[in-house]
């Protein structure tokens, strides 16, 4: 644990001081092709940064962060992105750049939940945790419902922490990384409005909008946006197959690239169908259309997207790393 803490420090100085580096870019360099080839050097070294971790938690967060961090940086290439405007100051470059925080654009647009909810899905995130400890004596359907559950309740215990810390010390507001995906009606609901919104807000303006624009003069808008839509799917798919080789240092299986694939076409087919067949004909209840979202995230999950991280078992070292976390902070607690 203190060398996997030590690395963390090498790891984040390094960070550090290779977004500052870009910072400095700015005064110095015209946006355009010849400042991204000054970032791109960056860029490599956000990728290869996680690899220096054997911990499964901090090899998947750093490369999670610096992979967003990448995509920012390159659109920054261009003074375009969430880094455009630049920010005030070297610390806020830092922090905008190195963590999935974005400014908030309509305070109004999502609803805030009270404080006790956050404390129940702490709950139901340690006794999920515990549940690895008898994960083979459940039946496989239930791995169906546990490992998105684990995903969802990790990622939203660590990053809420991180953005109320963040809107502290820059005094800003910032958006929420999540917006209960849980309750989603739809697919187009549930990636495009609920889940994961900053890297949805990063790939929207890096390759879902210059991909439309583009395709906008060689076919009709119609096409545009659904060509838009499925390179977005592939890009992100291809984000994740690459985390996925650095979470189990195996070579690539494709399956989760296919998850997203298959998540970006049935993404187009629901809205196609929305708005030529079934409006205001068949309405569907609330109730059913999350129950269908959320069944059909978690059964093509267990489908494709989880195998490759079963069959590595990086999900029980996930839970066995967070508990060690918990344990390792509780000691170091008690002591002082």
Known sequence: MEEELKNFIKVWITAIISASYCYYLSTKIKPGVFRLLFVLPVCVVFLVLPLLFSSVIFCS?????LSVASLKLIQFSFDQGPLFPLPRNLFQF???TCFPIKLQQNPNSLKHFPKWVFAIKIAIFIVVLHVYYYIHYLPSFLLLGLY???VYLELEVLLAPLKSLATITLGCDLEPQFNEPYVATSLQDFWGRRWNLMVTAILRSSVYSPVRQICEHLVNPEWAIIIGVLATFIVSGVAHEA??????REPPSGEVTWFFVLHGVCTVVEVWVKKKTFVGRWPVRPVVSRLVTVAFVCITGGWLFFPQLKRSNVMERRASEALLFIDF???KFLFL
């Not at 967060?61 to 962060?65: A, G, K, R």
């Not at 985390?243 to 189990?248: A, I, N, P, S």
Request: with cysteine; net charge positive; glycine share 4%.
């Open 243 to 248: 985390l996925f080789v650095g979470l189990t």
């Open 61 to 65: 967060y750093t490369s999670f962060y």
């Open 94 to 96: 830092i922090c905008f």
């Open 329 to 331: 902070f509780k000691s």
């Open 148 to 150: 998105p559950l684990h």
